[in-house]
């Protein structure tokens, strides 16, 4: 039975930093797409990046995330990344992430048009304040 993990939230203040880890057991993630998504209070959940499988590589980040966001991949330690820079109090949320089927591009992935590889997980809440 395997499963996605997501660490590395928290509280951090306005123009900070956090980098969010999706570990993977019994999956082997470089051969799906994974997408990070949030859900903020009173919100509906919503893609913010995703990358397709390690034989495309390709990324796609929602507007709001550009340039400040980076979805990447660690595949010896079998983990994606998101690195946030420069956290604005509108990116507090739980954030989660969900694998896609190998042939799903990043940009099926963040807006949801995919069958989704597992459940949700737990998420980790990141909170941006001062």
């Known amino acids: 039975q395997w499963q996605l993990v997501e660490s590395g939230g928290g509280l951090v203040q306005p123009g900070g930093s956090l980098r969010l880890s999706c570990a993977a057991s019994g999956l082997t993630l470089d051969h799906y797409a994974i997408g990070w998504f949030r859900q903020a209070p009173g919100k509906e959940r919503e893609g913010v990046s995703c990358?397709?499988?390690?034989?495309?590589?390709?990324?796609f980040y929602a507007d709001s995330v550009k340039g400040r966001f980076t979805i990447s991949r660690d595949n010896e330690k079998n983990t994606v990344y998101l690195q946030m820079n420069s956290l604005r109090p509108e990116d507090r949320a739980v954030y989660y992430c969900?694998?896609?089927?190998?042939?799903?591009?990043?940009?099926?992935?963040?807006?949801?048009?995919?069958?989704?590889?597992?459940?949700w997980g737990q998420g980790t809440q990141v909170t941006v304040s001062s």
């Open positions: 969900l694998a896609g089927p190998p042939q799903t591009t990043a940009q099926s992935m963040c807006d949801f048009t995919f069958s989704p590889i597992g459940p």
């Open positions: 990358i397709s499988s390690s034989t495309d590589g390709r990324t």
